[in-house]
């Protein structure tokens, strides 16, 4: 194929001044074809998302932009169109899918509408026709009930409808490039699984070109033609899929792949059958709106936890996993006692701990503690880490000197420096601060240790390391774990039991292994098939 | 500290006001020391012009230097400002902290009263309060403190309903941290930044209120201000502009001033500016 759509050279992209590198994006080389997926993936600050917004011109001048290297499509080069040409060329030649549908959108306006400005800006056609046209594309992208859609704001959909909306809005003038910028990581898994059948579905009708750019490696292994791998601005790496996923080259495409956990289940532990936590029936329910000075019946509630009962072994790890509004959060923050449930019953110690009042709750605190989802939010960052460490220990009534000594035993523990303690939280990577997290989560000698999505917000290669020492402490301290995901490939590495939820109930509870080998539920059974990336999986396997 | 006030230096404006500012403070605090006389003495030369008669500035109908008299003003102006925003910001605080940490019932009824104080115009509740009170420098700073620290309270419950939700915060609910310290503690630092530009912007709104008022004939008696000697002098604006435009200046560039500082105060500590670093 010598008609490339597009062909980038020696691409760099300058950073302003004083900034972590000088460039972006640094002597960026690649092309694609008609009808090919070229997956690029690399870890947060590679560049990839900068290189998908210079081929759109859409690069926050005048402190980013392009210093060098051409963007040539179809022969012209982008770099040296003018602002007009520009506008032109978006939507209706290059268009591109964001990563976040509802901020995508705009909230004020019918989906019918913002379909519509695409036609009214590119092409002459009549109200009546420009209608039509968007109906039809709605039906396209397998939206249900599109007369009803064109009407509807982005509110009134769900993430997965909305996303949906935004690739028939960018396919609307089929462009010959199609630009996916994490389309899928603010989604649920099955709901992924779905729109990138939609995405390969389209660009097979269209021929397009598309430039997915992913951080998921199972993605990749289900949509790209092609790979690039960057890492610091740099491709190092690219090849066909084939290539890249199962016989990699570079040290750093190796170590990604590493840290892929597989959707094989670790080994099953030796167990007890000391029952360490266990909850009986526990109820949440969240009121609706309030209505007017509390007169009138408050309309909808919403069922966060339903009779959920469980039971916590010595020593295991249980993993809780489902979609994004399955209840699994709300869930652990009932039992952590954030958050008072209805009904129901938390066993800890053969005590009923959800009624205790705040001051008889204190004791129990230090026996089960919490890692949270965000390391950003999750450290106060006026406050220094060795005082974030300690604060635990003092409030249960230790005094300073041996909360300090402890705190900075623990600073050793989850792997970082001594000198951290003297410093604030904005310091640190990612990474770092939730090993601090995981600290001060320590610092009370917990028995029990609520994990909340603990390694959702990090990179792969982090996420592997965080899940390490999560395992390694696990053993040295003899900790029962409960791990909340929507990960199963973490679940599976993980968890030594499962428990599925969905719309706030346990639909099915196992060994973990048990569980993805013969899956009992039909829910179950569809999260794994959603997975993405098990052919690849398998192809490893064998 | 030192990066605060790089980035604080940055704006050449916030620096401009910041210096005016110093000026201004400087001119309060050696008041006694230029014009060691009561600002009230009458001379025997009224109406006179500015340079006649030894006076820098003219003089008023009754032959008070109206010099000395901004001289004296600016102090009055500046501590009247400075406590009565102090004031409001501490019973704001108060109420926003408490309505956004608790919400719920708490959080009804402190904000229905906020809204109740909301609901006045603030400057016809100052006079009313004045009014009822007798007109006194302690009746002023009462009377700007009330119509106040309504802002002050939204403010800083909005900011507490935006943290206590945050997970840091949780974390201290988990290791069985109790609330007074998590609101002090943890909530309150976190929210010093845009409270500290509020409060330099009510400054100068104080100092405002505090002239129209003193313009009104409701400032105390016994202390010199600016809005009392435009008062005074605005009867005869036409034969002795002098006396209401100097003092008139005055306010503007001290008002002025403060705007300047606190804009750059919220440049400067605003941590959306600082993440782009």
Redesign the interface.
């Known amino acids: 194929m010598t008609d490339k759509l597009l062909k980038i050279s020696d691409l760099d992209i300058s950073l302003p001044e004083g900034s972590e590198r000088n460039l972006a994006v640094e002597n960026l080389t690649v092309d694609l074809s008609p009808g090919e997926t070229l997956c690029i993936v690399g870890e947060s600050g590679s560049g990839k998302s900068l290189t998908a917004r210079a081929l759109m011109g859409l690069l926050p001048a005048p402190h980013v932009r392009i210093s060098k290297g051409k963007i040539e499509f179809c022969g012209e080069d982008l770099t040296k169109a003018s602002d007009p040409r520009m506008r032109q060329i978006r939507g209706s030649e290059i268009s591109m899918i964001f990563q976040e549908p509802m901020t995508a959108l705009n909230p004020v306006m019918t989906i019918g509408v913002q379909i519509d400005e695409i036609f009214r800006f590119h092409v002459k056609m009549s109200q009546r026709e420009r209608r039509l046209r968007a109906i039809e594309l709605l039906e396209d992208v397998k939206l249900p009930d599109p007369e009803q859609i064109v009407a509807a704001y982005p509110h009134e959909l769900s993430g997965g409808q909305r996303q949906r909306a935004m690739i028939a809005m960018a396919l609307a003038l089929e462009p010959k490039i199609l630009i996916a910028d994490e389309p899928t990581t603010a989604l649920d898994v099955t709901t992924q699984a779905k729109i990138l059948k939609l995405i390969s579905d389209m660009q097979a009708i269209h021929k397009s070109g598309v430039l997915f750019i992913t951080h998921d490696f199972g993605v990749v292994a289900d949509i790209a033609d092609r790979v690039a791998v960057m890492q610091y601005g740099r491709i190092v790496e690219t090849g066909s899929v084939d290539k890249v996923l199962n016989k990699p080259e570079h040290r750093y495409t190796r170590a990604l792949i590493a840290s892929v956990p597989s959707l094989v289940p670790r080994a099953p532990r030796t167990r007890s059958d000391k029952i360490v936590l266990s909850t009986e029936s526990i109820q949440k329910r969240f009121g609706g709106g309030k209505s007017f000075f509390g007169m009138g019946k408050p309309n909808r509630f919403v069922h966060a936890v339903k009779d959920v009962t469980l039971d916590l072994r010595s020593g295991e790890t249980l993993g809780v996993v489902g979609e994004s509004g399955s209840g699994k959060s709300t869930l652990a923050r009932c039992i952590i006692r954030l958050m008072d449930s209805d009904s129901g019953k938390i066993m800890l110690d053969g005590v009923n701990i959800c009624n205790l009042n705040r001051a008889d709750m204190r004791p129990w605190r230090a026996k089960i503690q919490m890692v949270f989802q965000d390391p950003f939010a999750s450290l106060n960052p006026r406050v220094k880490v060795g005082e974030i460490i300690s604060q635990g220990p003092m409030i249960q009534g230790a005094d300073r000197q041996t909360a300090q000594t402890r705190a900075r035993e623990l600073l050793e523990i989850v792997g970082l420096d001594v000198r951290a303690f003297n410093r604030y939280p904005h310091e640190f990577s990612g990474g770092q601060r939730q090993r601090i997290g995981i600290a001060r989560a320590l610092a009370l000698d917990p028995e029990i240790l609520m994990a909340d999505e603990p390694v959702s917000a990090l990179d792969v290669s982090i996420q592997a390391q965080i899940l390490k020492l999560l395992d390694e402490i696990r053993e040295r301290m003899n900790l029962s774990m409960v791990f909340i995901t929507h990960d199963l490939r973490v679940a599976a590495q993980v968890c030594d039991r499962l428990a599925v939820m969905r719309y706030g109930e346990i639909v099915e509870t196992g060994a973990t292994r048990e569980v993805f080998d013969a899956p009992q539920h039909s829910y179950t059974r569809e999260l794994l098939a959603a997975v993405p990336g098990q052919k690849w999986d398998r192809q490893l396997a064998n | 500290m030192t990066e605060f006030w790089n980035r604080f230096s940055c704006n050449r404006q916030a620096v401009l006001g910041l210096i005016i500012l110093g000026c201004v403070i400087f001119l309060a605090s050696i008041a006694n020391l230029i014009y060691p006389n009561d600002p009230f003495l009458y001379s025997r030369f009224p109406l006179s012009g500015p340079g006649e008669n030894g006076f820098l500035l003219g003089s008023d109908s009754i032959g008070r230097d109206v010099a000395a008299g901004i001289a004296h003003g600016a102090k009055t102006s500046l501590l009247i400002g400075l406590i009565a925003t102090i004031a409001a910001v501490f019973i704001g605080v108060i109420f926003g902290a408490l309505a956004g940490y608790y919400g719920g019932l708490v959080d009804d009824i402190l904000m229905r009263v906020t809204e109740v104080f909301q609901t006045i115009p603030s400057f016809i509740f100052a006079i009313l309060l004045v009014a009822i009170m007798k007109p006194s420098i302690e009746s002023v700073v009462i009377a700007i403190t009330v119509v106040s620290w309504p802002a002050v309270a939204r403010l800083v419950r909005g900011e507490f309903l935006a943290l206590k939700n ?12 109790g609330d007074l310290r998590i609101m002090l ?2 909530i309150l ?2 929210c010093l930044s845009p409270i500290i530009v509020i409060g330099s912007l009510m400054v100068a709104t104080a100092i405002l209120v505090e002239s129209g008022l003193a313009f009104l004939g409701l400032g105390d008696p016994n202390v010199m201000s600016w809005g009392f000697i435009i008062s005074d002098g605005r009867s005869m604006l036409r034969v002795a502009w002098w006396i209401c435009t100097f003092p008139g200046i005055a306010i503007l560039i001290t008002v002025l001033a403060i705007n300047l500082v606190g804009e750059g105060l919220n440049d400067a500590l605003n941590p959306r500016l600082r993440e782009r ?1």
């Open positions: 945050r997970e840091f915060v949780q974390a201290c609910h988990t290791l069985g941290m503690a943890e630092p976190n670093n």
